[in-house]
């Protein structure tokens, strides 16, 4: 059974940082996509970042490159997220999310990707 378990979450002020972590079970991260996203209130969730390590492949949303950093820590099962420089509009509640590549177009691949697993959320406040 895979569980997906975040932390990391908080208040912070514009400008500063935080790091969020999931801890995974159940599944090899080598053959699965994972991915963080978010939702504000009143809007749809969305993609943050997504990372295949299998061959190195990682997506980021434009509204937050250069901003944000995931990365995956095979020996401890963890998929990190972190976000330096925030800003109020990246308030949301943060989801990890996991999920086996796809087969498209003669290759396997993370691109829109309809992640089946997903953990409970974490939420992140940022001030002004």
């Known amino acids: 059974q895979v569980q997906l378990v975040e932390s990391g979450g908080g208040s912070v002020q514009a400008g500063g940082s935080l790091r969020l972590s999931c801890t995974a079970s159940g599944l090899t991260f080598s053959s699965h996509c994972m991915g963080w996203f978010r939702q504000a209130p009143g809007k749809e969730r969305e993609e943050v970042a997504i990372?295949?390590?299998?061959?190195?492949?990682?997506d980021y949303a434009d509204s937050v490159k250069g901003r944000f950093t995931i990365s995956q820590d095979n020996a401890k099962n963890t998929v990190d997220l972190q976000m330096n420089s925030l800003k109020p509009e990246d308030t949301a509640m943060y989801y990890c999310?996991?999920?086996?590549?796809?087969?498209?177009?003669?290759?396997?691949?993370?691109?829109?990707?309809?992640?089946?697993?997903w953990g409970q959320g974490t939420q992140v406040t940022v001030s002004s």
């Open positions: 999310a996991a999920s086996q590549p796809i087969f498209r177009a003669g290759f396997y691949t993370c691109e829109q990707v309809d992640f089946k697993y």
């Open positions: 990372l295949w390590t299998s061959i190195g492949w990682i």
